[in-house]
């Protein structure tokens, strides 16, 4: 699907008085899934790959594998198993000193990606590390580049922040997507244990949804992670935050459900008994 034709579907959604809903997908079966269950779109980032390997999705932001390539890899895997008209998502990591990423985001087309996502994102990063990746060339400003030239090459384009800046700046890039990142999700086996409460996380999906819409009045705002993890968690920010647009889950869409699949499958075979 082309950029307009996904954006303009994603706005038809919300005129209808819908949620979008976007979920991440770290394997085939993910994917699958996602579009069996009607998802608006998914994203495909090397987070996805270290969460369904049981490890944290925090695993992503750190140098344990080239996080572009990884995508690519993962493209084989995802891409094939959805149909055309279902639009999957390349986390990029913008900030990739190795690569050009201009000639890489034809790679990300070419491959048959619909659009990109700023991920693994420095928007996570704060004090010190922050300050140092910001000085050195490796800050969000990259990322903001990234967005642009993706904007550039019509590519759907969906932008993690965690600022009031960093909305306005991915605006301007011609994001289509706003997504307030409110932190690592809680919850589950390998959840964070150290969130923003939900009153915080309303807060600050409010100031990013009133930034980015101030700056660009049709951009699509969702919000993400921290304690926002369940269906009922989302119902109570939508509610709270007129206007906002919808949610896209990670966790929330393929590990938290796995494990309790799991489990509560393992379990009942085990109150089977013998010889009756």
């Known amino acids: ?24 997908a770290g394997t085939g079966l993910s994917a699958k899934c996602s579009e069996m269950a009607g998802l608006d779109f998914i994203v495909v980032y090397n987070s996805g790959r270290y969460r369904m390997a049981g490890r944290s999705s925090m695993a992503g932001l750190m140098p344990y594998g080239d996080a572009n390539a990884i995508v690519m890899e993962m493209a084989d895997e995802i891409i094939p198993v959805v149909g055309p008209d279902f639009p999957v998502v390349a986390g990029v ?30 928007c996570l990063f704060d004090g010190m590390i922050r300050a140092n990746l910001e000085e050195t060339g490796l800050g969000f400003d990259r990322e903001v580049e990234m ?19 960093e909305a306005r700046a991915m605006v301007d890039a011609g994001a289509d997507v706003i997504v307030a990142h409110a932190g690592l999700t809680t919850s589950g086996t390998i959840g964070a244990q150290t969130a923003w409460t939900m009153a915080e996380s309303i807060d600050f999906v409010t ?59 393992m379990k009942s075979f085990l109150d089977l008994q013998v010889g009756g």
Request: proline fraction near 6%; hydrophobic fraction near 40%.
């Open 1 to 24: 699907m082309s950029r307009t034709e996904i954006v303009q579907r994603l706005r038809d959604k919300v005129d209808q008085g819908r949620a979008i809903v976007g979920g991440g």
């Open 93 to 122: 990591c913008g900030t990739d000193p190795f690569r050009s990423i201009p000639r890489f985001l034809r790679t990300v087309r070419d491959a048959g990606f619909a659009g990109v996502q700023n991920y693994p994102t420095v």
């Open 147 to 165: 967005i642009a030239h993706a904007h550039e090459l019509d590519l759907f384009t969906a932008s993690y922040v965690h600022s009031e800046a």
């Open 207 to 265: 100031r990013i949804l009133a930034t980015a819409t101030a700056a660009r009045p049709d951009v699509l705002v969702l919000a993400h992670g921290g304690p926002i993890a369940q269906p009922g968690d989302v119902a109570e920010v939508l509610r709270a935050v007129p206007g906002l647009h919808g949610f896209l889950g990670a966790s929330s869409m393929e590990r938290l459900p796995t494990e309790v699949a799991l489990v509560e499958q």
